[in-house]
């Protein structure tokens, strides 16, 4: 019989030290768990939220009035140039497998914080790479019929930070993959994966809590004609062509802004900081003063990357 906490701090379970308290938790550490656990949350009337490992999400500072079910199933194993990985696996420790295996093909999520399970329901990616990359196939559990799928890289429908889990929340959770690498040099891939760290040191504001890139990069295509010529000397592939988001918050003259505890990374204008405190409703004020600079000065309106939960 599994055991469910009652009244649990969602501030400790997210990168963001933000958070009201859950109404119900539970931790599942195998299939059995995340069956056991969503009957209960059925039987209970309880709407269900999945958590992973917090890092790109925004908890409400009501909480959550319901269920948070964090995947914790941790299983790694390799077979020949395939990664058998449970979705509660976080990414350091998966690269740190793959260097151990000199396996090759994850370098470009050196410094990613967070589970597999939530880099595949959003497709994480930086540095010309993207998850979707890596992936042979991955296994879902099925809320409604409480079965367990296998679904091939194509059927997971990868796009932008997005998938078919992401597109179906609430009814699909991540339950683990398998990655498709290939033999490289241990070391060259050490380095290749520190170098991504020290970048990430570098150029990112971690010495505060934050939840990475708040707003996605802004797809070429979609961008005002009208404004194109003020930005055409800044587009990267990411996979394709984009406008760093960070670039337009900075025109916009909104690096540093505050609302409450929360800010505008000068540093990395695409983070949002909390300096200490900061509560869900600061960030969201400081959310939609950044959408009003950025639309004032270029005609673009941001899409939010950050998942925020009420």
């Known amino acids: 019989m599994i055991k469910i906490q009652k009244n649990v701090p969602l501030s400790k379970h997210s990168n963001y030290k933000i958070g009201g308290q859950a109404r119900y938790f539970f931790e599942a550490?195998?299939?059995?768990?995340?069956?056991?656990?969503?009957?209960?949350?059925?039987?209970?009337?309880?709407?269900?939220?999945i958590l992973g490992g917090g890092t790109n999400l925004l908890f409400s500072d009501?909480?959550?009035?319901?269920?948070?079910?964090?995947?914790?199933?941790?299983?790694?194993?390799?077979?020949?140039?395939?990664?058998?990985?449970?979705?509660?696996?976080?990414?350091?420790?998966?690269l740190k497998f793959?260097?151990?295996?000199?396996f090759s093909g994850l370098e470009w999520a050196g410094g990613l914080p967070g589970t597999l399970g939530g880099a595949i329901r959003g497709n994480a990616g930086a540095f010309r790479g993207e998850i979707?990359?890596?992936?042979e196939s991955v296994e879902s559990f099925n809320i409604q019929t409480l079965k367990v799928k296998t679904y091939s890289d194509k059927s997971c429908q990868f796009g932008y930070r997005t998938?078919?889990?992401?597109?179906?929340?609430?009814?699909?959770?991540?339950t683990g993959?398998?990655?498709k690498l290939k033999k490289g040099n241990p070391k060259a891939i050490k380095f290749a994966i520190q170098d991504k760290i020290d970048f990430?040191?570098?150029?990112?504001?971690l010495e505060y809590p934050n939840t990475g890139s708040t707003f996605k990069n802004v797809d070429v295509k979609k961008f005002p004609k009208a404004s194109l010529v003020q930005v055409r000397h800044v587009i990267k592939p990411d996979p394709f062509p984009v406008i760093p988001t960070a670039y337009l918050i900075s025109?916009?003259?909104?690096?540093?802004?505050?609302?409450?505890?929360?800010?505008v990374s000068p540093k990395h204008p695409n983070f949002i900081v909390n300096l200490g405190g900061a509560k869900a409703s600061h960030v969201k004020a400081v959310i939609k003063a950044v959408k009003a600079g950025v639309k004032r000065k270029f005609g673009i309106t941001l899409e939010v990357e950050v998942q925020i939960v009420s």
Not at 36 to 47: C, D, F, G, P, Y
Not at 200 to 205: G, I, N
Not at 251 to 263: F, H, N, S
Request: glycine share 10%.
């Open 163 to 174: 998938s078919f889990f992401k597109k179906k929340d609430g009814e699909f959770i991540v």
């Open 251 to 263: 025109e916009a003259g909104l690096k540093g802004l505050k609302r409450g505890k929360a800010m």
């Open 200 to 205: 990430r040191r570098a150029k990112h504001p």
């Open 29 to 49: 550490k195998s299939i059995k768990d995340l069956k056991e656990a969503v009957v209960w949350a059925r039987e209970n009337k309880q709407k269900i939220f």
């Open 177 to 179: 993959a398998v990655l």
């Open 98 to 102: 793959a260097i151990k295996q000199s």
């Open 62 to 94: 009501a909480g959550f009035k319901g269920l948070v079910l964090k995947i914790d199933i941790q299983h790694l194993t390799a077979n020949g140039l395939r990664i058998r990985v449970g979705a509660g696996v976080l990414m350091p420790d998966l």
């Open 132 to 135: 979707k990359d890596n992936i």
